[in-house]
């Protein structure tokens, strides 16, 4: 893709493109031939960065995976013996690309937490490229080059919700940055398509788009703000067949995981993405709206820290300093946001385009049922994820801000960006390693399961009874040869039973374990069984409690004593 102008050129008064690139022109100078390999150097070395701050947040938490992960883990030793899924075990959404990437790695490194978070190293490649390739058509190479910075050394709540492998919502965030992409070279010249090619534009959006439907629900918000953009830019395009028909055909090729499965399944993935028969509590906007200010969006920026409090006057700096940039390309962009009360793009930048998908991604959280849910469960992070998304547009906005300040006052601009980054960087200081990696539903999940399995084995125990969270771990961390299963979220809470067959290998084993996620060393089971007269092993593990009854007990029996907690 052609680097588009500059964005922020200070001689660029009415906020319209220059024409395009001279294919004439000689052979650039060997000047910037050194330039181009330099940033090559710089992006290289921010990669590897990148790959290093993963690598040592994961290895200070035992490269911990949760209950989501495991299963995405299992379903990927699934697919090594002949499984193919579509989805996420027991639902109609949320794409299994991440399983078929775990394959791969388990078939070339075996099946281990390391080779299977390798995979978000993977991810995390494929998404700084696609935002460095949007920065570049936005503001150019160096803007591109800094937006890439912030991409690899993210606040910590950011690399903790995109570095994981709970379905693949980064993976559609990068699809999502590609029709950005071509949206932004459709409404904004120059373009690398001649008009009569405009087609193939448009065909590559809908495969975007239809890929990404089938991986997560989030790229509609990358599809909306592309749509308005296409829009304001041809208010005809609605009634252009041709490319309409071109973007269906990419959907329909895109999706076709998605279409197979739905007309094999009576359809239930559009039920479920449609809500239909799904009951809707209509929250409080405002206070939604309040919550998204105060809880996620300084999370996401990296002001504020989900497991540990930052000192007030190291927020107050990071906040005063993305505030500055921000307001330094608001204030040069007016012209163009003005247009937008005329539906119009005829001053506009494609900078602009980034500050409407933000406003996208801010409004579906507000007035879609992820607000609902982040004001009825506030005692844990239900939703802060789908805020996730704008980190595919602040860095690059950052990225232009920092440059335009730069303009203003010299050395400020870098000034305000490394404070940025300082603030985002002391996260990881703060937050303790193994909270960082916890599942955001269930944070009780012992870094390790080594000395549990060691204590199982010993008793020669290969089925359990445990909390799912846990218990998932345990099975992918033995390869499935102890089953595990939670007879009080399947009974009780009617949870999804991702795994029948492990469960039912627990319903038939002739005597199961209880293994319960605490510290706790008396537990109200065993008074249970001592006054029914069953004799039981124990074992206590650092983070677990193994009760092991010499004879089989119905877990029915006993679930008072099972739980939520552990």
């Given at each position: 893709m052609r680097e588009g102008p500059h964005a922020l050129n200070p001689r660029d008064t009415t906020g319209t493109a220059g024409p395009p690139a001279d294919v004439t022109a000689p052979s650039p100078p060997a000047g910037r031939i050194s330039r181009v390999?330099?940033?090559?150097?710089?992006?290289?070395?921010?990669?590897?960065?990148?790959?290093?701050?993963?690598?040592?947040?994961?290895?200070?938490?035992?490269?911990?995976?949760?209950?989501?992960?495991?299963?995405?883990?299992?379903?990927?030793?699934?697919?090594?013996?002949?499984?193919?899924?579509v989805f996420l075990y027991g639902q109609p959404y949320m794409g299994s690309l991440q399983a078929y990437l775990g394959a791969v790695f388990f078939a070339i490194f075996?099946?281990?937490?390391?080779?299977?978070?390798?995979?978000?190293?993977?991810?995390?490649?494929?998404?700084?490229?696609?935002?460095?390739?949007?920065?570049?058509?936005?503001?150019?190479?160096?803007?591109?080059?800094?937006?890439?910075?912030?991409?690899?050394?993210?606040?910590?709540y950011v690399l903790s919700a995109t570095a994981?492998?709970?379905?693949?919502?980064?993976?559609?965030?990068?699809?999502?940055?590609?029709?950005?992409?071509?949206?932004?070279d459709e409404a904004y010249p120059p373009s690398v398509f001649p008009p009569r090619r405009r087609w193939v534009r448009y065909l590559l959006m809908g495969v975007f788009a239809g890929f990404g439907f089938w991986l997560h629900g989030q790229i509609a918000t990358y599809v909306a703000a592309a749509a308005i953009i296409?829009?304001?830019?041809?208010?005809?395009?609605?009634?252009?067949?041709?490319?309409?028909?071109?973007?269906?055909?990419?959907?329909?090729?895109?999706?076709?995981?998605?279409?197979?499965?739905?007309?094999?399944?009576?359809?239930?993935?559009?039920?479920?993405?449609?809500?239909?028969?799904?009951?809707?509590?209509?929250?409080?906007?405002?206070?939604?709206?309040?919550?998204?200010?105060?809880?996620?969006?300084?999370?996401?920026?990296?002001?504020?820290?989900?497991?540990?409090?930052?000192?007030y006057w190291l927020k107050l700096l990071g906040a005063v300093?993305?505030?500055?940039?921000?307001?330094?390309?608001?204030?040069?962009?007016?012209?163009?946001?003005?247009?937008?009360?005329?539906?119009?793009?005829?001053?506009?930048?494609?900078?602009?385009?980034?500050?409407?998908?933000?406003?996208v991604v801010t409004l579906s959280f507000i007035f879609s049922a992820f607000g609902d849910?982040?004001?009825?469960?506030?005692?844990?992070?239900?939703?802060?994820?789908?805020?996730?998304?704008?980190?595919?547009?602040?860095?690059?906005?950052?990225?232009?801000?920092?440059?335009?300040?730069?303009?203003?006052?010299?050395?400020?601009?870098?000034?305000?960006?490394?404070?940025?980054?300082?603030?985002?960087?002391a996260g990881y200081v703060t937050a303790p390693p193994e909270q960082v990696w916890q599942s955001a539903y269930w944070r009780n999940l012992p870094p390790s399961s080594t000395e549990l399995v060691a204590a199982l084995d010993e008793l020669g125990v290969d089925a359990v009874w445990m909390n799912h969270w846990a218990g998932k771990p345990l099975m992918f961390d033995t390869e499935e040869r102890i089953a595990a299963a939670d007879y009080y979220d399947l009974a009780i809470g009617h949870g999804i039973d991702r795994l029948p067959a492990a469960t039912a290998r627990v319903h038939a084993s002739p005597r199961?374990?209880?293994?319960?996620?605490?510290?706790?060393?008396?537990?109200?089971?065993?008074d249970w069984l001592k006054a029914?007269?069953?004799?039981?092993d124990k074992r206590v593990v650092p983070g677990y409690v193994v009760i092991y009854p010499h004879e089989r007990v119905d877990p029915a029996e006993v679930v008072d004593f099972l739980g939520y907690d552990w």
């Open positions: 390999s330099t940033r090559r150097v710089i992006l290289a070395g921010l990669v590897l960065a990148g790959i290093a701050l993963r690598v040592w947040s994961m290895a200070r938490a035992n490269w911990m995976i949760d209950g989501d992960e495991a299963t995405f883990g299992l379903m990927a030793r699934h697919i090594l013996h002949g499984e193919r899924p075996g099946m281990s937490r390391t080779a299977f978070k390798a995979v978000t190293f993977i991810e995390f490649i494929a998404f700084a490229a696609s935002v460095y390739l949007l920065a570049r058509r936005v503001a150019g190479s160096r803007a591109a080059v800094i937006a890439t910075a912030f991409v690899a050394l993210p606040p910590v994981r492998l709970w379905g693949p919502l980064l993976d559609a965030m990068t699809l999502g940055n590609l029709i950005l992409l071509l949206a932004i296409l829009v304001l830019h041809d208010k005809r395009v609605l009634i252009r067949p041709g490319l309409i028909a071109a973007a269906v055909v990419g959907f329909a090729v895109g999706a076709a995981p998605v279409l197979e499965f739905a007309r094999t399944h009576e359809y239930t993935t559009f039920h479920h993405l449609l809500g239909i028969g799904a009951e809707r509590q209509h929250g409080d906007y405002v206070d939604v709206a309040k919550f998204f200010f105060r809880v996620n969006l300084p999370r996401v920026l990296g002001v504020a820290n989900a497991w540990a409090p930052l000192p300093a993305i505030a500055a940039l921000v307001i330094a390309v608001i204030v040069q962009r007016r012209a163009g946001f003005l247009d937008w009360l005329r539906l119009s793009l005829r001053r506009g930048q494609p900078i602009d385009a980034l500050f409407l998908f933000c406003a849910l982040a004001l009825q469960f506030q005692s844990f992070d239900a939703t802060g994820r789908y805020a996730i998304p704008l980190v595919s547009a602040v860095p690059i906005i950052l990225a232009v801000g920092i440059l335009q300040v730069e303009r203003w006052v010299r050395a400020l601009g870098w000034a305000l960006g490394a404070l940025i980054l300082a603030v985002s960087l199961p374990a209880y293994v319960f996620t605490t510290d706790q060393t008396d537990l109200p089971i065993e029914h007269g069953i004799g039981y």
